[in-house]
C-alpha cells in the first residue's frame, strides 16, 4: 500500500485519483459495514431489532440516533430492550424501544418502581428543555425509586435486589461551594435523568453520593418524593425559622404544599396562600393554621395580613410559585423585619420590579434556595420514613409510562392533581 501512495505522489494528477478511490473505498467499507450489521442482526432475530421494527421505522431511527455502537452493543450482548420517554421538544414526549442501559464501572441499574411526575418536569415538556438539567433528545424523568438490577464493577454497599431511591443529582465534592458546604451550587452538578422508562441508569457519582436505601416500610412511591421533599425542607430551612414565627406560603402547587407540611410539622402557624379548590382541601389536610384563596393578590394580602397580630404581617413568607407577581406579593405579606425566600424559579429573563423603600426602611431580609444537598437528601427521606409526613397525600394519580402525554397534557390545563406515580 505504502509504495502504491508514494508512486502516486509522485505521478502527480494520480494522488487525487488515488486518494479518490482510496476515500470510496472506504466509504463503500463503511456502508457495506453498516448494512451486515442491520442484516446479520435481522438474521439472528435479535429481539431488540424486531422489537424495533414492529415499532415502526420511527422507532428504529431513533434508536439508531442514540449512536450506533449503542444499538450494537446491545445486539452484541443480546440485552433485550425497554420501554422509556425521550423527550423531543417541546410538548414532544415519546415512549420509544432504547436498548436496557448496562451498568459501567461504579454506576448501577434501577428497575424503576415508581417515577413522579414533577413541576420541573411540567416546564422542561412545556419548554422543550431545561438550560441546567437537560437538553433533548433525552431521556427525561428525575424523581424516582426502584430495584438495583445490575451493580457495577467496584460499587460497594449495594447489591442487586436492594431498593433503592437515586437523587437526580449529585455535588462534585471539590470546588469552592462544595469545601463551603453550599453543595446544591456546585459547578459541576450532574443531573441524571430517565426515570420514566423501565430501567435508569444511574451515574456513578450519584451512587456514591446520593442514592439512599429504602426502609422496608416505606414504599417506593414515597420514597421517590425524596428529592422534591428534600428542595423543600432547603427551602424552609434556609428561611430561618425561629420558634413562635407566622410562616406564609404561597402557592398550591407540589412544591408549596409540601413547604407548607414541613412548616406544620415542625409546629409553625402557617397560612397556605392557594388558588383552586382542591389545593384549599390539600392545603388543609396538610396542616396549614389558615388557608387564603387567592382571587386576587391584593385580597390575598390583606386577608393574610388580618390573620396576624396587629395586622403587622407574616414573620416569613416563601414564594413556591415562580412568576413576578408573587414574588411581589410575598414582599407585601412579610412584616417589619421580615424574612421572604423567593424559592419558585421564575422563567429565563424575568425581571421583578420590587418596592425598593419597603425593602430598605422595613429591613427586610430576602433569599433564595435552588436544589438540596446530599445531607438534606437523607432528612428528607428520614422525614419519610419517619410516617409523620403525609406522603401519600402528594400522590394523587397513578398512570402506565405510555400514558405520559396524556398525563402531562392533563398538568398542563392546571388539574387538581398533585403528583402521578408513572409506574412503568
Ligand atoms: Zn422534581
Ligand atoms: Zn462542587
New binding site residues.
Given amino acids: 500500500m505504502a509504495p502504491t501512495v508514494k508512486d502516486a505522489i509522485k505521478r502527480g494528477k494520480m494522488t487525487v485519483e488515488t486518494a479518490l478511490e482510496h476515500g470510496r473505498a472506504t466509504v463503500e467499507t463503511a456502508i457495506e459495514h453498516g448494512r451486515a450489521t442491520v442484516e446479520t442482526a435481522i438474521e439472528h432475530g435479535i429481539a431488540t431489532v424486531e422489537t424495533a421494527i414492529q415499532h415502526g421505522r420511527v422507532t428504529v431511527e431513533a434508536a439508531l440516533e442514540h449512536g450506533r455502537v449503542t444499538v450494537e452493543t446491545a445486539i452484541e450482548h443480546g440485552r433485550a430492550t425497554m420501554r422509556a420517554a425521550i423527550l423531543h421538544g417541546r410538548e414532544d414526549v415519546r415512549i420509544e424501544q432504547v436498548p436496557v442501559p448496562e451498568a459501567a464501572a461504579g454506576e448501577l441499574i434501577v428497575r424503576v418502581g415508581a417515577a413522579l411526575t414533577c413541576g420541573t418536569d411540567l416546564k422542561v415538556f412545556r419548554r422543550g428543555y431545561h438550560a441546567r438539567m437537560i437538553v433533548p433528545p433525552a431521556l427525561f424523568g428525575h424523581e424516582l425509586a426502584g430495584t438495583v438490577e445490575e451493580v457495577g464493577e467496584g460499587v460497594s454497599g449495594f447489591a442487586v435486589g436492594d431498593r433503592v431511591v437515586a437523587l437526580n443529582s449529585a455535588?462534585?465534592?471539590?470546588?469552592?461551594?462544595?469545601?463551603r458546604g453550599q453543595?446544591n451550587?456546585?459547578?459541576?452538578?450532574l443531573f441524571n435523568n430517565g426515570a420514566y422508562a423501565e430501567f435508569i441508569r444511574i451515574p456513578a457519582r450519584i451512587v456514591a453520593k446520593n442514592t439512599l436505601r429504602v426502609p422496608e416500610n416505606v414504599p417506593l412511591e414515597h420514597a421517590a418524593l425524596t428529592e422534591p421533599l428534600a428542595c423543600a425542607v432547603h427551602g424552609f430551612h434556609d428561611s430561618q425559622p425561629q420558634k413562635g414565627d407566622i410562616v406564609a406560603v404561597i402557592g398550591g402547587g407540589p412544591l408549596g404544599l409540601m413547604i407548607l407540611h414541613v412548616a406544620a410539622l415542625a409546629g409553625y402557624e402557617t397560612i397556605a396562600l392557594v388558588k383552586h379548590d382542591g389545593q384549599v382541601e390539600a392545603a388543609r389536610q396538610l396542616g396549614a393554621t389558615h388557608v387564603v384563596q387567592t382571587t386576587t393578590a391584593r385580597k390575598a394580602i390583606r386577608e393574610a395580613r388580618a390573620l396576624t397580630p396587629g395586622e403587622r404581617g407574616v414573620d416569613i413568607a416563601i414564594e413556591a410559585v415562580g412568576t413576578p407577581d408573587t414574588w411581589q406579593e410575598a414582599l407585601e405579606l412579610v412584616r417589619k423585619g421580615g424574612t421572604v425566600n423567593f424559592f419558585g424559579g421564575c422563567a429565563a429573563n424575568t425581571h421583578v420590579l420590587l418596592d425598593t423603600n419597603r425593602i430598605h426602611y422595613s429591613d427586610i431580609t430576602m433569599r433564595a434556595t435552588f436544589h438540596h444537598t446530599p445531607s438534606i437528601c437523607r432528612e428528607a427521606l428520614a422525614l419519610i420514613a419517619s410516617g409523620r409526613f403525609q406522603a401519600s397525600a402528594f400522590i394523587t394519580g397513578h398512570a402506565k409510562l405510555y400514558e405520559l402525554n396524556r398525563v402531562f397534557e392533563k398538568l398542563m390545563k392546571r388539574s387538581t392533581e398533585i403528583k402521578t406515580a408513572i409506574v412503568p
Fill in positions: 455535588p462534585c465534592g471539590d470546588c469552592y461551594y462544595c469545601q453543595e451550587l456546585c459547578d459541576d452538578l
